[in-house]
Nanobody, 124 residues
Framework: QVQLVESGGGLVQAGGSLRLSCAASGRTFSSKAMGWFRQAPGKEREFVAAIGWNGKSTYYADSVKGRFTISRDNAKNTVYLQMISLKFEDTAVYYC?????????????????WGQGTQVTVSS
């Protein structure tokens, strides 16, 4: 079992920055690929970014490429999402997810474990 707890969300003005963190429990964190997804009101949950088990492979949604950076610290069982140049349309609940496979994945169905989410609100 893996439990995930997100933090770092909040209210920020457009153009601002936030860093989300996702702390994982369990001894198998370092073998799992991790992802960030988001869900805006009335919309489907969508892929944001993913990182492979060793941090060497990353993948981003086109909408965040160049603005968001995913990283991980396996010694701390934590994955991060650094967000800069935030836009109003980035407003959503952001979820951290763990994939039992070690490779980067973008589909929701490939992730086995999910956190409760953290709200990010960008004011225009």
């Amino acid at each position: 079992q893996v439990q995930l707890v997100e933090s770092g969300g909040g209210l920020v003005q457009a153009g601002g920055s936030l860093r989300l963190s996702c702390a994982a429990s369990g001894r198998t964190f370092s073998s799992k690929a991790m992802g960030w997804f988001r869900q805006a009101p009335g919309k489907e949950r969508e892929f944001v970014a993913a990182i492979g088990w060793n941090g060497k492979s990353t993948y981003y949604a086109d909408s965040v490429k160049g603005r968001f950076t995913i990283s991980r610290d396996n010694a701390k069982n934590t994955v991060y999402l650094q967000m800069i140049s935030l836009k109003f349309e980035d407003t959503a609940v952001y979820y951290c997810a763990a994939n039992s496979g070690g490779v980067v994945a973008t589909m929701r169905t490939t992730y086995n474990y999910w956190g409760q989410g953290t709200q990010v609100t960008v004011s225009s």
